[in-house]
């Protein structure tokens, strides 16, 4: 426990900040001076709760459904270098510790991820730790994380990102061709493409799907691995499959992903929710609440 704020963090991962307890919130205003409302301005209070450990780092990402158990996942984020360069005194947004987010909502940069000298994903120290802490500083190495200028994201992973923004903001979005979908909708349809993608296709189908990807976005240059571990990659793959439907080429690969996804007895799409010892096999379409199964049938056709 530390002595400070009364705060259990013996976990490099936890999340106590996003949704703190209001005798916490009392506890930190009393020691700091700031307002309760200043105070849950910075945490996660205000948006969508959690589902389906949608905040967690590198959520859509394929990594995500061919890993660990998730106890193991320290706290990770991304930076805007164009960001911290204006601040007069760096500091970390609140929404760089979602982890979806691949693209600065204010200046359309690919968001640092990690770190430029030792190539660690950017994480959040211990709270245990003495050490300083700063978003601008590799807490591995102690290297500066901004390098360079900033690389303009995609146009599509712009658009996708900001309608998830709305969807995590107000619980409701319209996307083209989708028509409404509530956040939780959202998440499983991307569990289902992504899931899909990485646990259920063989190595051979998943070839003959990154050829039409990568013509249709001219990243003839962009490998697999890139796809299945970065934010921006996974999140131009999840655009593709999803704008433009339901005729589009990206729409009818996911279509028929999500018609397999019906048609099959098991799959492993919450391997990325089970702790290591857990069998990672589901029953098929029973992931989900029947509501939701039944909306991600409709959008099967």
């Known amino acids: 426990m530390i002595a400070g704020f009364g705060v259990d963090d013996r976990t490099l991962g936890a999340q106590w900040w996003c949704r703190p307890p209001g005798w916490l919130l009392v506890r930190i205003g009393?020691?700091?001076?700031l307002s309760i409302e200043r105070l849950r301005e910075m945490t996660f209070e205000s948006i969508v709760p959690v589902y389906r450990d949608d905040e967690a780092s590198g959520r859509f990402t394929?990594?995500?459904?061919?890993?660990?158990?998730?106890?193991?996942?320290?706290?990770?984020?991304?930076?805007?270098?164009?960001?911290?360069?204006?601040?007069?005194?760096v500091y970390l947004r609140r929404f760089w510790m979602l982890g979806w987010l691949a693209v600065c909502p204010d200046h359309g940069t690919i968001l640092i991820e990690r770190c430029g000298a030792?190539?660690?994903?950017?994480?959040?120290?211990?709270?245990?730790?003495?050490?300083?802490?700063?978003?601008?500083?590799?807490?591995?190495?102690?290297?500066?994380?901004?390098?360079?200028?900033?690389?303009?994201a995609h146009p599509s992973v712009c658009r996708l990102q900001a309608a998830l923004l709305r969807a995590k903001c107000g619980g409701v979005i319209e996307l083209d061709g989708l028509g409404d979908l509530?956040?939780?909708?959202?998440?499983?349809?991307?569990?289902?493409l992504i899931g899909m993608t990485w646990t259920d296709l063989t190595l051979a189908e998943q070839e003959q799907l990154w050829v039409p990807y990568m013509q249709a976005f001219r990243q003839e240059s962009r490998q697999p691995a890139e796809i299945f571990d970065g934010r921006h990659d996974s999140m131009c793959f999840l655009a593709w499959l999803i704008e433009g439907w339901p005729h589009g080429e990206g729409p009818t690969i996911a279509k028929q992903l999500l018609g397999r996804w019906l048609a099959a007895e098991r799959n492993r799409l919450c391997r990325h929710l089970r702790a290591a010892q857990v069998d990672v096999w589901s029953c098929g379409p029973t992931n989900f609440d029947p509501s939701i199964h039944q909306r991600l049938r409709v959008l099967a056709g």
């Open 182 to 192: 509530t956040w939780k909708e959202i998440v499983a349809l991307a569990d289902v």
């Open 118 to 152: 030792c190539r660690a994903r950017l994480r959040v120290a211990p709270f245990v730790t003495r050490a300083s802490f700063s978003p601008a500083t590799c807490a591995r190495c102690s290297a500066p994380v901004l390098h360079g200028a900033g690389i303009p």
């Open 62 to 89: 394929g990594r995500r459904y061919d890993c660990g158990a998730t106890e193991s996942r320290g706290c990770r984020f991304v930076v805007c270098g164009e960001c911290l360069k204006s601040d007069t005194a």
């Open 30 to 33: 009393e020691r700091t001076g």
